[in-house]
């Protein structure tokens, strides 16, 4: 089975200041991490992905994501907090040996405040 | 920029009632996906769909719920007798390939249940 964890309901940054989101997920195979962005009555905007490769992700809107096989971590980060990144964050993971199609397990998401 | 879309963004209905909500997928795209929102609560998996049948499901995805290419462009999820707890954002989902991609999300319909 897999899933992923968000550990922090909300986290407040100032803006100007890094911002990190965690994400911890667990899969019997491979991961294929994802994080998404919702903004209020919006759909779900992807952000990045991690399938192979270098351990750092960039994606949209300047934001990043290290994976971490040891820690089982894909933690989102952006060096500068904007007020327009305040939304709510997803972390997805589907476990490459599921095989299937795409089944992807989302966290429960983290609400971003970006504080002027 | 190439998008799902979703119609109705709002539908109100009585329990009971059978509801059709529709999704017109990303042109190119092959696997199609059902997701669900209960307020407040996470996103949650229900159905993916490729070459004309379901290819996973979710426990959540019982009887009461179907879904449909008709026409190869339209997809849609039909709930046919809805109850209270089937109030939820569904979101419907698109992607090229199944593995190693991302899907893009419709902006998605907020079923009310009254």
């Known amino acids: 089975a897999q899933s992923v964890a968000q550990p922090e309901d909300q986290v407040n940054v100032a803006e100007g200041n890094p911002l990190t989101v965690k994400c911890t997920y667990s899969?019997?195979?491979?991961?294929?991490l994802f994080w998404y962005v919702q903004y209020p009555n919006r759909g779900l905007q992807f952000l990045l992905k991690?399938?192979?490769?270098?351990?750092l992700v960039k994606g949209s809107y300047g934001f990043e994501a290290e994976f971490n096989k040891s820690q089982t971590s894909f933690h989102l980060k952006k060096p500068s907090a904007l007020v327009s990144d305040s939304a709510l964050y997803f972390c997805a993971v589907r476990d490459v040996r599921s095989g299937g199609y795409q089944k992807v397990t989302f966290g429960t998401g983290t609400k971003l405040q970006v504080i002027p | 920029e190439p998008e799902v879309t979703q119609t109705p963004s709002h539908q109100v209905t009585q329990m009971g009632q059978e509801v059709i909500l529709r999704c017109v997928p990303i042109?190119?795209?092959?696997?199609f996906y059902w997701y669900r929102q209960i307020l407040g609560q996470k996103v949650e998996f229900l159905v993916s769909?490729?070459?004309?049948?379901?290819?996973?499901k979710s426990e959540i995805f019982d009887d009461q719920f179907s879904v449909e290419r008709p026409d190869g462009s339209n997809f849609t999820l039909k709930i046919r007798s809805t109850k209270l707890e089937d109030s939820a954002m569904y979101f419907c989902?698109?992607?090229?390939?199944?593995?190693?991609?991302?899907?893009?999300f419709g902006q998605g319909t907020r079923l009310t249940v009254v």
């Open positions: 769909f490729y070459n004309n049948e379901i290819s996973e």
């Open positions: 899969v019997s195979g491979n991961p294929y």
């Open positions: 991690y399938i192979t490769g270098d351990n």
């Open positions: 989902a698109s992607g090229v390939r199944a593995l190693n991609t991302e899907a893009f």
């Open positions: 042109s190119n795209h092959l696997y």
